[in-house]
């Protein structure tokens, strides 16, 4: 190896279904939205990330923006292949080089995926120059980038509310005991607000003005200790068709977001009741560990924590969890070796 290690550059990747993030030298460069636009007739990609965002429901018949992760996997494998391309691509320090590194990378998924799905990951990644390839379980790199030491003899227990699934998981001796992954996430989130302003206000919105209600005035309980101000939401009349205006406040996303954080309480009970009684003791002490883009939802520690009796602590900035302890992973690749999938 010796020769070739300077030109091996490492990486650490979260390839997540809302958006990709990506260390390199231990800093985040690149933290977009997994989105990408191409142009229907050249079949040429025009934009990826922030910029094909912004087009997200603003398109002509020419232009399709396409998210190529769904659920936490790759539906759309060309899509995802140029995506991740671009995104190395626009990494600072490699594209000083001369010519493309061979890639060291470590890669996260979802701990509910196929042995099918966890090839697609794999191929896109040697497709971009990856010479060596590690996957990691996504509650895994999000215990060690909560800062958990997950090599002890002892239980932690992490939800990682994402865009596509949400993973929940036991963890202790560098391993998952039980765990379990369940497509109500984010999107699902979005989806639910899209439904309630059509079905209750007679608006229909798109999927990013969704998204904004539920990162503005999000909430998971109707009683919060510091409401947010009510929030005025756009969109198309469906009776008249002509544009409106509605007044909203998180009382009504509450409602809306009700049933789908229901069956995310009850996938993390049943994780609960699957624990074995040592490491139930275990969490019961420590408590449960929330990351993930969904976990910064409004009160929803605090319905978690009602429902399990648990104490319930976010993560830190629980965005960049993952792709933090990825990034950990991968620079300790000998300690880690045993939870790291070749």
Request: hydrophobic share 40%; proline share 4%.
């Amino acid at each position: 190896m010796g020769f070739f290690d300077f030109l091996t550059e490492e990486i650490a990747i979260d390839l997540g279904t809302a958006n990709t993030l990506i260390i390199h030298n231990d800093k985040v460069v690149v933290d977009s939205p997994s989105i990408v636009a191409r142009d229907r007739i050249s079949g040429k990609i025009i934009a990826v990330g922030k910029e094909a965002n912004m087009m997200q429901g603003k398109t002509h018949e020419n232009i399709k923006t396409i998210r190529p992760l769904k659920d936490g996997v790759i539906a759309d494998f060309d899509a995802s292949e140029k995506m991740i391309n671009m995104f190395i691509k626009n990494i600072p320090a490699l594209k000083k080089k001369w010519f493309p590194p061979a890639l060291r990378m470590v890669i996260c998924i979802p701990s509910g995926i196929t042995e099918v799905e966890m090839r697609a990951v794999k191929e896109s990644a040697e497709r971009v120059n990856g010479k060596e390839v590690y996957l990691i379980h996504e509650p895994m790199a999000a215990a060690i980038g909560i800062g958990l030491d997950i090599m002890q003899p002892k239980g932690n227990m992490i939800v990682d509310i994402g865009g596509g699934t949400t993973e929940i998981a036991v963890i202790a001796l560098g391993g998952i005991v039980c765990d379990k992954s369940v497509k109500i996430a984010g999107d699902v989130f979005t989806n639910d607000i899209i439904y309630y302003m059509r079905t209750q206000h007679n608006l229909y919105v798109g999927e990013s003005t969704a998204e904004n209600i539920k990162i503005t005035i999000g909430s998971a309980t109707e009683d919060l200790q510091t409401p947010p101000d009510e929030m005025s939401v756009q969109g198309r009349d469906l009776l008249t068709g002509k544009p409106k205006q509605v007044q909203i406040s998180y009382r009504e996303i509450a409602k809306a977001l009700d049933k789908s954080i229901l069956r995310v309480e009850d996938a993390v009970m049943e994780t609960l009741s699957q624990t074995p009684p040592e490491l139930a003791a275990d969490i019961y002490n420590t408590g449960i560990y929330l990351a993930g883009g969904g976990s910064m939802l409004r009160g929803l520690d605090r319905r978690l924590s009602q429902k399990t009796d648990l104490p319930v602590y976010i993560a830190e900035d629980p965005l960049r969890a993952v792709v933090r302890g990825t990034g950990i992973a991968l620079k300790n690749l000998e300690r880690y070796k045993s939870i790291l999938i070749k």
